[in-house]
């Protein structure tokens, strides 16, 4: 089955600076790569997504760019706030008549330092 | 607030016993997902209905069974609980049509504490 592998587990970074999160996934089939971010005790909250047919997708200082060859897709978060400290979550998923269940990677802490 | 509503938010039992845990999906929504979320072993998806049917399942184990009733509401039943089934346990819902892939949207989530 599918296997999402996320890093870096922790990233602390420095108010106004970027953050990156990087996911690889296993199988090529996959074609949805929605990102979660899930503050503490919280619901996974949807933040952007990209489906295969794109490589690159942006909403104001959120981007995401897949890499279907290398199997890989990345989180960019510029101009970090404060309140963009919580936990993301990347996941893959395969389009299927059957379903489409979500395989998430490890998740990434972020702390954003004032 | 994602329009999905579970209940209840917390639940404590003990070792043996059984629960169900409630999901209504957002206006509109036909497929229903559920994922239990543990420190060791993260975000995992556990089973999906689409329309009354199961459509997908997961590492689910034999003593967990869901359903989705004709009001497209669903139910997680757990049983002959054991401490390592203390989770949070959330509900999501999509549109889904012919195969096509859309956005999961999570509710708030049942925790689940086994003593």
């Known amino acids: 089955g599918e296997n999402v592998e996320q890093h870096p587990s922790t990233l602390s970074v420095q108010e106004g600076d970027s953050a990156v999160i990087k996911c690889t996934y296993s199988?090529?089939?996959?074609?949805?790569f929605p990102w979660y971010k899930q503050e503490l005790g919280k619901r996974p909250q949807l933040i952007i997504d990209i489906r295969s047919n794109v490589g690159e997708k942006k909403d104001q200082r959120i981007a995401v760019t897949l890499n279907k060859t290398a199997k890989h897709f990345s989180l960019h978060i510029t101009e970090t706030q404060p309140e963009d400290s919580a936990v993301y979550f990347c996941a893959a998923s395969i389009r299927k008549a059957a379903g489409n269940k979500l395989t998430f990677g490890g998740g990434t802490r972020v702390l954003v330092k004032p | 607030d994602s329009g999905v509503t579970q209940t209840p938010k917390h639940l404590i039992t003990a070792t043996g016993q059984r629960v169900t845990l409630r999901c209504s999906p957002r206006?509109?929504?036909?497929?229903v997902y559920w994922y239990q979320q543990s420190l060791d072993q993260g975000l995992q998806f556990l089973i999906q209905y689409y329309n009354g049917e199961e459509r997908a399942k997961g590492n689910i184990l034999e003593r967990f069974s869901a359903q989705q009733f004709p009001d497209l509401h669903s139910e997680l039943n757990l049983s002959s609980l054991e401490l390592g089934d203390s989770a949070l346990y959330f509900c999501?819902?999509?549109?889904?049509?012919?195969?096509?892939?859309?956005?999961?949207?999570f509710g708030p989530g049942t925790r689940l504490t086994v003593t």
């Open positions: 199988d090529s089939a996959s074609n949805y």
């Open positions: 206006s509109g929504d036909l497929s």
């Open positions: 999501a819902s999509s549109v889904q049509f012919q195969g096509s892939v859309y956005e999961q949207y």
